[in-house]
């Protein structure tokens, strides 16, 4: 059975020859590892782990052509992305602060024309290689996070809470551009036969960042349309991506037709093991591997109490294994004992 197999026996509720794994590795952890293990550069650590999920991204932001440096200051870069933001960057860092944004009236919404998806630029390496090893879906934005990113989080939040007209505008306009860049992936890179990741963080480790109330007025209805569409021009599959709790939003998510959710955040209270048992096959999961202290606790007791469990739960198929990210904080010899568990499942 290959990857692509795997995967979508399992996002069917069918019993894999093995539990797909779905991971992603930080740059750092990938250094610590070819260093330790003396792998040359020309090896790949997702072919060497046998990661059975790959992502493809376009390029989807609302102004890909705007995207450049604006100055440099200090030991900081201030550029425009393509969201329309001025960022400033501390050089070598990979997170910035946004210090401006393109929609900072409500009044510019009307008159804010984003550039076509269709656009070749988008597409550029949009190369589907990978198909030969992995499952490969393609990405796009969520509703929510793409709103924050063109609106500014804080704004957005307040739009959400004071004036619900304005944010379901916003949020329609941003749905049918982000649906128009799936709609596109899915035909350059022909993967109707395994479909889209929605990512769309809008969780914190307690709760969702609104209301339940507020997702099914605003968020849900775009969601709906997003996926009915995509569905309908062949889409298999439309699994979410979303950090944090959204325990509270999962029946409504079903609802629009997510068919599985990513990465179920045991340190946000997503019990991988517990949503299996409640959701039956109405809903798949990718994740449930605790990144945040079992496995940087390096603790082989803990590791394991932890993981058979889940492989355990698997076996039928609905979960796809994985921690999200693998970072430095996890040594590349307890990454090893964590893979081993896995393997003994095959």
């Known amino acids: 059975m290959n990857s692509k197999e795997r995967v979508i026996k399992t996002l069917n509720f069918q019993r894999p020859d093995r539990i797909p794994l779905f991971e992603t590795f930080w740059k750092e952890f990938v ?8 792998i040359s550069e020309d090896i790949d650590i997702r072919d060497y782990y046998r990661i ?10 609302f102004f890909p052509g ?20 001025t960022i400033k960057t501390k050089e070598g860092s990979y997170f910035s602060e946004t210090v401006d944004t393109v929609l900072k009236t409500k009044s510019d919404l009307d008159r804010l024309e984003f550039e076509p998806p ?3 630029s988008r597409y550029q390496g949009f190369v589907t290689v990978e198909k030969e090893k992995r499952c490969v879906f393609c990405k796009i934005g969520g509703p929510f996070i793409r709103s924050s990113f063109i609106r500014g989080e804080e704004e957005f939040l307040m739009d959400l809470a004071s004036d619900k007209g304005f944010a379901k505008a916003l949020v329609a306009k941003v749905g049918n551009h982000l649906l128009e860049i799936g ?8 993967l109707y036969d395994t479909g889209v990741w ?7 480790n307690n709760s969702p960042m609104f209301s339940p109330k507020t997702f099914e007025e605003i968020f849900l209805p775009v969601y709906k349309n997003m996926i009915n569409i995509l569905k309908k021009a062949g889409a298999k599959k439309v699994i979410l991506h979303s950090d944090g709790n959204i325990l509270c939003l999962l029946d409504m998510l079903i609802e629009a037709g997510i068919d599985g959710i990513n990465p179920v955040e045991p340190k946000a209270g997503m019990n991988i093991i517990e949503l299996k048992k409640k959701y039956g096959k109405n809903l798949s999961f990718i994740g449930g591997v605790d990144n945040t202290f079992i496995l940087p606790s390096g603790s082989k007791e803990k590791i394991k109490k932890h993981v058979v469990p889940i492989l355990e739960a698997g076996k039928e198929g609905g979960i796809i294994i994985g921690a999200h990210s693998i970072g430095p904080d996890i040594s590349v010899e307890t990454y090893d004992y964590y893979h081993s568990l896995i393997k003994k499942n095959d």
């Not at 610590?32 to 293990?37: A, D, F, G, I, L």
């Not at 059975?52 to 932001?61: G, H, P, Q, R, Y």
């Not at 440096?69 to 900081?76: G, L, P, Q, R």
């Open 31 to 38: 250094e610590n590892w070819r260093k330790e293990k003396g």
């Open 52 to 61: 059975d999920l790959s992502i493809l991204a376009a390029d989807e932001t």
């Open 66 to 85: 705007t995207k450049g440096v604006i100055k440099k200051e200090d030991n900081y870069l201030i550029s425009r992305d393509g969201w329309g933001r």
């Open 118 to 120: 269709d656009l070749n």
């Open 183 to 190: 709609l596109e992936s899915l035909r350059r890179a022909n």
């Open 198 to 204: 929605i990512y769309d963080d809008m969780g914190s």
